[in-house]
């Protein structure tokens, strides 16, 4: 069973191991130049020294010239490939089989059903597991310089080194699986899953934009003198914590509010999003596999 479920799916493998070099390629050269130009500008000494309220032009310099044009370049092909690899790695794993009409031979073997999807299942998803932490890695990695002196909650887009990746990878395989099941056609089946995966993946791009869960969190200062740079966008934060992604500022009496997200919450809502992904990935699967028990006719 091993062998024929690399023999069936070794393109989707050969393809991951494509895209992962072409991703630590530009991961690695970029990366490098990041930190040779984090360096050479002192912005190590600088946090430590003052946590960067000494050298904000700097900072502001240093992520205007790498968190926009040269990160979109991975950010936003990053928002597709789980969507595009998990349909064409799980659309053809049973809808392949009805589509030829293969599955009277492959179910009718020695080996039992159960079995046979078991392998295939556990290998294939494995396989997208390991892929998904190796980007995540990877694109980990290669942020790190500018995730300490700006926020990880990037508006409109999903954090690459977060648990979403992978996540939203299982998220549209199980679909992808439950449709090519349903429907007997692969092409079909692609398309369909495709379009149920944009569901959840639109919904966690709300969770980085307007909507947030949990809400975000509010700061009252003291406002004396103006409150010299108490701007959204000010480096460092209002909130002088290098991290947290302000929302708003607005002034009440002699108070300025502050509506902001803190850096903590990075993970707690890499976990919701995730879960949710994981979750819906979870029942198409089960879904899946309690039909195959029901329909092979």
């Not at 031979?105 to 059903?113: F, G, H, K």
């Not at 994981?278 to 699967?285: F, G, M, Q, T, V």
Request: glycine share 10%; charged share 10%.
């Amino acid at each position: 069973m091993i062998w024929v479920t690399w023999r069936q799916h070794r393109s989707q493998a050969i393809a991951c191991l494509i895209l992962l070099c072409a991703l630590a390629v530009f991961a690695v050269s970029v990366g490098t130049r990041m930190r040779t130009a984090y360096t050479a500008d002192g912005i190590p000494a600088c946090l430590a020294r003052s946590g960067g309220a000494g050298c904000p032009a700097v900072i502001t310099s240093f992520a205007n010239q790498f968190s926009r044009g040269v990160s979109m370049i991975a950010d936003v092909p990053l928002l597709a490939i789980p969507g595009l690899l998990g349909i064409v790695a799980g659309a053809p794993l049973l809808g392949a089989e009805l589509e030829r009409g293969t599955w009277r031979l492959a179910w009718t073997q020695t080996v039992p059903r159960s079995r046979w999807l078991a392998v295939k299942l556990g290998l294939v998803t494995g396989g997208l597991i390991v892929f998904g932490a190796a980007v995540t890695a990877l694109m980990t990695w290669y942020r790190t310089p500018l995730d300490q002196v700006t926020s990880r909650f990037q508006p409109g887009l999903s954090n690459p080194g977060g648990l979403t990746f992978t996540a939203s990878l299982l998220c549209a395989f199980g679909l992808a699986v439950l449709a090519g099941l349903l429907l007997r056609n692969v092409i079909g089946a692609m398309v369909a899953a495709y379009i149920a995966w944009e569901v959840p993946a639109t919904v966690v791009v709300l969770l980085n934009g307007p909507v947030h869960l949990p809400p975000p969190a509010t700061m009252t200062i003291p406002c004396q003198a103006g409150c010299p740079g108490a701007r959204p966008a000010s480096v460092p934060p209002v909130t002088g914590h290098l991290g947290d992604f302000v929302l708003s500022v607005t002034r009440r009496g002699g108070d300025l509010v502050v509506t902001y997200l803190p850096a903590s919450r990075f993970w707690t809502l890499q976990l919701i999003q995730g879960g949710l992904l994981l979750a819906i990935a979870a029942a198409a699967l089960g879904t899946a596999v309690w039909l195959l028990h029901k329909r092979t006719t």
